[in-house]
């Protein structure tokens, strides 16, 4: 019963920042953009100066920059429950990443566990929040956490998967700063 509170409470708490994001973006799209479209439907000279950045990739151990930010995975782990007889059970496997994220910049900055994103045969999975928070021992989840320059936190990232994903050929991590995404970069996780 206290598991299903916290579930439940935990659920709406996670929708009430959603739509505060949600909110934040939206009133804020009212500014008018004065731009000039060309008429021949040419690039303007600005966006042909910009190169498509190179993807950054590491491996497991690596260091990984992503704007001001350090991605490192030290290793991985699997199991099929996290957080004990009142943790969470996965729905295939889960894949435990230990992650440290460092912030090299000079504002403080939001850390979340959605910033991490697996990549297996073509397909995109989702940390799992609640399992992550299980996972980690109190106060050290990435659940929206804030980092203030040349602080680094650790903790783990966890993904509920089938189970060949976790044995899959080139698995790969997406990492990136900013809740949309602004830098990306890519671990590998093969062994």
Sequence with gaps: ???????????????????????????????????????????????NDKEKPKEKIANIGDALTVGDVVFTISGRS???????????????????????????GDESLMVDGSFFKLKADGKTYEADTMAS???N?????FFLQQLNPGISQKGKIV???????????????????????TEIGMISLEK
Aim: hydrophobic share 40%; net charge neutral; glycine share 12%.
């Design 1 to 47: 019963m206290i598991k299903k509170l916290f579930k439940w409470g935990f659920i709406g708490f996670i929708g009430l920042i959603v739509l505060i994001v949600v909110v934040a973006v939206t009133s804020s799209g009212g500014e008018t953009d004065n731009k000039v479209e060309k008429a021949s439907g040419e690039a303007s000279d600005q966006e």
């Design 78 to 104: 699997t199991a099929t429950n996290v957080g004990g007889e009142y943790g969470e059970n996965a729905q295939g496997k889960y894949l435990i990443l230990n992650v440290s994220v460092k912030n090299k």
């Design 133 to 135: 928070t299980y996972a």
């Design 137 to 141: 021992e109190a106060g050290k989840s």
């Design 159 to 181: 993904f509920d998967v089938p189970a060949e994903v976790i044995d899959a050929k080139k698995l790969k991590v997406q990492v990136q700063t900013g809740l949309f995404g």
